[in-house]
């Protein structure tokens, strides 16, 4: 969360400066944008190590998403952005030295990460040049993610759940004009949100609710239109 914080400040005091360069980039009110791109997890969301309870064990995935800018003026607008990640997960091998009676090695591995949401806030949109724009975006909305199931040497020990939470995400795309709405659209993106689940241990069949701080850094490409 604290580099969240920066990342919105940082982008908030550029918002002025960079307005002041600003130009016309386009008669059209509206640009939808279709892009995909790698997801790299980071923080907890990353982390593979035995002993942080809250590590998500993902392995960098894939994203694709769905933006819609509305300008209120020329510099000023809103957007929309529609999302999807998917991202697989690292193995854990531990092996155990009980002496004389030999050493036992025990696996724990899960299944995938799932998340998908909506998400939608201010943006300032600036003009580098006749071709190229760019968009500054702070947004904030509510994401669907699926908990993966976690297994003990290929055994299933708990049941994978669907969560809700909200998402809080921030970043800067660049639009290089390809015809008169046509345009090529490059985004990075940092993407946090705390989903809450109930996991159930099907070895004791007791349930618990549980949390998951997911953290991420996208990047991608695409392409979109103006009208």
Known sequence: MKKLLLL???????????????????????????????????????????????????????????????LLNEQVGITVSGFYNFHKTN????????????????TMTADNWHFYGISAGPSLQFSLNKNLSSNLHVLGGVANVRLPAFYYNDEEMTRADWGIGPVIQGGMDLKLNA???????????????????????IWTDESDKVYQKISVLNV???????F
């Open 8 to 70: 919105t400040l940082a982008l908030m005091a550029g918002l002025a400066l960079m307005a002041q360069g600003s130009r016309k980039t386009t008669e059209y009110k509206s640009a939808l944008a279709f892009h995909a791109g790698p997801s790299f997890p980071m923080g907890d969301f990353s982390s593979s190590m035995p002993d942080n309870e809250e590590a998500g064990l993902a392995k960098p995935g894939i994203t694709l998403g769905l933006n819609y800018q509305y």
């Open 91 to 106: 193995k854990l091998v531990f092996e155990f030295d009980w002496g004389d009676e030999g050493t036992e090695t025990v």
């Open 179 to 201: 015809g008169k709405q046509f345009f090529i659209f490059l985004n990075g993106e940092y993407q946090y949100m705390r989903p809450t689940f109930r996991m159930l241990d």
């Open 220 to 226: 991608t490409g695409g392409i979109g239109f103006r």
